[in-house]
Each structure stands twice: as structure tokens, then as C-alpha cells.
């Protein structure tokens, strides 16, 4: 008999993708005689590394469609963090669960979830409100295009209801489903 030290057996099991995450943008404000806040097309954000400190803003773009390198599979964006083997990448869900696509309605002082990001290796942590321009709709049926909140709150007027329009304690938060 040798005496050979004895090694591991090795694992048969393959090797898991990093983890899916569901995170949803919930966003709320006070709406003054608005009908619906409807978002930007394109999501400014800041992600951070699932693992790690480091932090990059970005634009996601719903309709952006990558190849995932190793994969068959295709995601709305991608990038390789400094040190990291494999890509992080996400994929936007236009319609969350439970949620819609925009703000207004009975449901206007509430955090309502407006998106959500299929996320693995990175996560959003901010939303660059600012950037961006929104479609603000009033309770007389004007629309008001290319609304930004460079000031914080928007206030306008709708010629035609003799009425102001304002947005005001606009919020977001991001949470994991």
C-alpha cells in the first residue's frame, strides 16, 4: 500500500451563475392637478458591484440589446468590473410586478414601482433624477414634454383648464424583490 497522500474528490456539480436579483425602482411624489408622470425611455443610474465598493454611472437603455459573452444569452447592459472574471450585466422589466409604467392616479402619494432591473453582479443604488427628460400630462389633457427636475419640484400652467400643474416631494427608492 503507497502512502500517497488522498485528494479531494472533485465536485461534479457545475459551476452556478452569479445570483439573479430583482431590484424595482419605486418612485412617489404630490401631484397637483396631474394626471400621470410617464419616464424617461433611457434609465440614468449609478450601479455598484454586487461584492464591492466600486460604482459607475451609466445609461440603460431598455431597447440596447448585447451579447452576454459565454452565453447564448442577451442583456440591456453590460460592463466587467477591474479585477472581475466575468461580465455583470442587466436586463430592464418595463412592467414590475405589481407596479406601472408611470406615476399618477390614486396611487400618486404612494411609492409605485415604474421599473425593475434583472441584475447579476451589479446594482443600481441611485437614480440620476436629473438627467432625463420626462411627459407630465394634466388633468385637463395637456401634455408637457421634456419635463426635467433641475430644480427639485415643476411647476407649469394649463392654458386651457385655467389651472396650475405641479409635481413637488419627488422620491424614489430601490428595493430587492
Same mark, same amino acid.
Given at each position: ?111 409605485? !414601482?415604474?421599473? !425593475? ?61
Amino acid at each position: 500500500s503507497s502512502s500517497r497522500p488522498q485528494q479531494a474528490p472533485r465536485s461534479s456539480a457545475p459551476r452556478q451563475p452569479p445570483t439573479m436579483v430583482v431590484i424595482s425602482l419605486f418612485v412617489k411624489a404630490d401631484l397637483e392637478n396631474v394626471a400621470r408622470v410617464e419616464f424617461p425611455s433611457q434609465w440614468s443610474v449609478v450601479v455598484q458591484q454586487t461584492n464591492g465598493d466600486e460604482r459607475r454611472e451609466v445609461i440603460i437603455d431598455p431597447d440596447n440589446e448585447e451579447e452576454i459573452t459565454g452565453s447564448r444569452g442577451t442583456c440591456n447592459f453590460k460592463l466587467k468590473w477591474p479585477g472581475a472574471k466575468k461580465e455583470s450585466y442587466l436586463n430592464v422589466i418595463k412592467e414590475p410586478k405589481g407596479g406601472q409604467t408611470f406615476l399618477g392616479g390614486d396611487r400618486a402619494g404612494d411609492y409605485v !414601482a415604474v421599473v !425593475a432591473f434583472d441584475c447579476r453582479g451589479l446594482e443600481p443604488v441611485e437614480w440620476n433624477i436629473k438627467d432625463g427628460s420626462f411627459r407630465v400630462v394634466s388633468e385637463g389633457g395637456k401634455i408637457f414634454d421634456d419635463v426635467t427636475f433641475e430644480e427639485e419640484d415643476w411647476y407649469d400652467y394649463d392654458d386651457d383648464a385655467e389651472q396650475s400643474v405641479g409635481i413637488t416631494n419627488l422620491d424614489f427608492k430601490f428595493e430587492r424583490r
